[in-house]
């Protein structure tokens, strides 16, 4: 069994970047969940009210073999916009803002120069907003968000 290592993003609403992510070869799972916040414990409608300071996010398990973590920063930047500040599309609020969470120094290194690279590159009009922060706790979603485009069809709407 190969090693994995983990990921941790926030790019919106964590429903379609959960699906978004399903998709990658290498990436062998996904939970979706809280992090970045302030109270213990955050249920899925206090996050929605603001109330816990957590943004939606992307817990990812990956084979470091098959996809690198600087593959999966490029499909973060694929599935949102990152110079959208506290939200994507309709989602507005601080639950929805762009954070990459680093496990370890190597990954902030190549989270702040990745970030560097897409500021730099022209491709959006505003500054890049996405956050690098260290890993927070992760709090665990309730399950009936856990896959839920698997569960309740649509697409990831991305």
């Known amino acids: ?90 989602d507005r609020g601080s639950q929805y803002r762009s954070l990459i969470f680093y496990f370890n120094p190597e990954q902030q290194a190549q989270a702040e120069a990745a970030k560097q690279q897409l500021a730099e590159s022209g491709q959006y009009q505003n500054p890049i907003a996405t956050q690098i922060e260290p890993m927070a706790t992760f709090f665990e979603a309730e399950e009936d968000h856990q896959k839920y485009h698997q569960k309740h069809g649509g697409s990831c709407g991305i």
């Open 1 to 90: 069994m190969a090693v994995t290592q983990k990921a941790c993003f926030a790019a919106g609403c964590f429903w379609g970047v959960q699906a978004f992510f399903d998709e990658l070869p290498g990436v062998t799972k996904t939970t979706v969940g809280y992090c970045g916040g302030h109270s213990d414990h955050p249920t899925y409608k206090q996050v929605c009210r603001g109330d816990t300071g957590h943004a939606e996010a992307l817990l990812i398990e990956f084979d470091p073999d098959i996809i690198s973590f600087n593959d999966l920063i490029d499909k973060f930047w694929e599935c949102h916009n990152p110079s959208q500040s506290n939200g994507q599309g309709p």
